[in-house]
Each structure stands twice: as C-alpha cells, then as structure tokens.
C-alpha cells in the first residue's frame, strides 16, 4: 500500500485587512511583512488617506494585505473620506488584523485597571459589522519595559470580543511576526495566489511617487501643515539616455499663506521635500529621477469633495468598491 503523502498541504490565499485607529503602526506593520517599504509611515496620526495592497507571500500561502486609513472621529469630508476607505478596506476580506496600541504600564495594579480608550473601541465597533473574523494586534511592544503586564490586558481585550487570536507584535524589531504569519495563514481559505508573487503592491509608480513626496512634507513639515497638503502628478516619463524618470507634481494647499511656509525662506523647505522624495522614488524604482515640484493653492480642498476627487480622493460611484 502507497504511502500517503501528508507533506504537501494545500495553498493558501486571501485578502486581509490592517484596520484600527490612526497611528498604531498600520502601514510599518505592512512594509514590515511586505519586506518593502511600499507604504507611507510616519509619526503622525492620520498619515495613511487611501487603500494600498501589499503582497505577503511564502511557499505555501499569499495574503494579500489592505493598508486602510486610521479609523477615527471626521470632521472634514477628507476626514469622511478616510475612514469611508478604511472601511471599504475591511469590506469583503478574509480576514482582518485590528491594530492597537499595547499599553505602556508601570505596574500590576495599572495593568488591572486598565481598559481600551475610546478611539480604540470605537474603531474595533466600526469593523466588527462588516463581519470578518478579526485578529486583535498588540503593536510596539519594542516600547514595554513590563512583558508581563501585557497579560491582564490581553484578558481586558478578550473579554470585549471573539478574537480569533490576540498577537503582540513590534514591527520594527520583527517580534512576534512569525507568530502572526501562523496564525494569518492558518485562517486563510485554500485556493490558489490572487496576485503574481513578484508583485508588491496594487499602485502604479504614478501614486508611489505621489505619495513619496506626502511622506517628505510629513517628516519635514509641522503642525496642522502636513494635513493640508495633496500630490498630484503632472507628468511621470520614463528616459531611456541617460536611463532617469522625469517627474513633475503639483503640492496643492489649501491657503496662499501655507504656500509660502511649504515653499520655506529662498525656496529652502521646498528644495528639502524634494531631495527627500526624489531619494525615495529612485530607491523604489531602482533608478534615478528628476523631480520637479510646484506649490498651488487650491483653496480649502479638504472641504469640498468635487475638489477632493480632481486630486485624486474619490468616492467609489454605485456598487463600485
Ligand atoms: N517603537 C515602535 N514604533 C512603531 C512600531 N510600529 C510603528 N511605529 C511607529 O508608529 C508611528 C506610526 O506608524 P504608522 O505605521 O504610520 O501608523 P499607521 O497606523 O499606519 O498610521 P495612520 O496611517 O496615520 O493611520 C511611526 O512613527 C512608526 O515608526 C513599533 O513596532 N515600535
Ligand atoms: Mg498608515
């Protein structure tokens, strides 16, 4: 009698969501298992504005992960249009991860008396009716200088909802990521890769550029600025002698007064974003690029969706998603 072979398990693929309030490590949680820096990060909340696939893939599964915008209180129709995508985002998928915040606590009776802030609860409630399974992620645990204290809060989570499983992570040390891969992989459906595994990400190099010059204007500029700025590219050629791209973009702000403080005394700040971005999209590209950037003031685009959707922030029409 022939052996069975009980080696080969089957293959498994499917869509996973990164959910949860801004901030928490949505995007460097991708980029970590990704293994590129495909999304923008950065220490300000609310960095993420649309959807973003990023391929995580091994020999015997392919997740295809959904960075989503912060879920969070909007104001603003770009704030709505946020966490509408963030919403789409977990809708349909297989599987979501809810990121949250592991605590930073001193002591025992901290840890037992601790609970979820609001922000953190409402974005799990805005999910859990969309109905995927969720896996609840404990991020930046890097930063804990008590271990043990992440156990009362792990009964404080579990006793709020069903997860399929509580994970704590560091994204940027890698702790606990294979943790997550086997638990990840093991909710996945069988079925075969939905994307070619050469693949990173869903986006054209059109919106990665666009969106390493965002990345520059939130590391180098403060306060409310970053918030009132869009990227849209004009042209993006491919040169073949000397082998360059050649990009022009638009930085649209919403006030006259902000286009002097993202151009910077003698054009100093502007040239900033743009040696910060051109350096980012010749490392993802491979090769280098020239990047010219205009400053314009398309007033107070973050209020007005018809505005919102000529710099590239629309919402879905009809059934599509
Ligand atoms: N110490 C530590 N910092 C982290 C970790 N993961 C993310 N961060 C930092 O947390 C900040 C926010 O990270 P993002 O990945 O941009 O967070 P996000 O959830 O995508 O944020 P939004 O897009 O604004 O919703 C950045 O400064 C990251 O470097 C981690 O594992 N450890
Ligand atoms: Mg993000």
Known sequence: MAALDTSASPFRAGMVA??????????????ALVGSEV???????????????????????QAVLVDTPGIHRARSPLNRYMVDEALRGATGVDLVLMLAEAP????????AAWTPGEGARAALDAVIPLGAPIVLVLTKVDRLRHRELLLP???????IHPFE????????????????????????PEGEALYDPETLSDRDLRWHAGERVREAIFALLSDELPYSCAVTIESF??????????????????????KAMVIGKGGQTI??????????IAELTGRPCDLFLTVKVTRNWTRDPELMARLGYHQPVGGES
Request: hydrophobic share 40%; with cysteine; aromatic share 2%.
């Open 165 to 188: 499983a509580i994970v704590p992570i560091a994204a940027t040390t890698g702790e606990g990521l294979e943790t997550l891969r086997e638990v990840v992989q093991g909710r996945l």
């Open 104 to 111: 930073i606590l001193e002591d025992a009776e901290a840890a």
């Open 18 to 31: 990164l959910c949860g309030r801004p901030n928490v490590g949505k995007s460097t949680l991708l980029n």
């Open 153 to 159: 809060v792990i009964s404080t989570w579990s006793a």
């Open 271 to 280: 040239r900033e974003i743009s040696m910060r971005a051109r350096q980012a």
């Open 39 to 61: 999304a923008v990060a950065s220490r300000l909340p609310q960095t993420t504005r649309q959807r973003l696939l990023g391929i995580w893939g091994g020999d015997a599964f």
């Open 237 to 258: 050629r491919e040169q073949r002698r000397p082998a360059k791209d050649v990009i022009r973009a638009i930085v649209h702000v919403e006030r006259e007064s902000q």
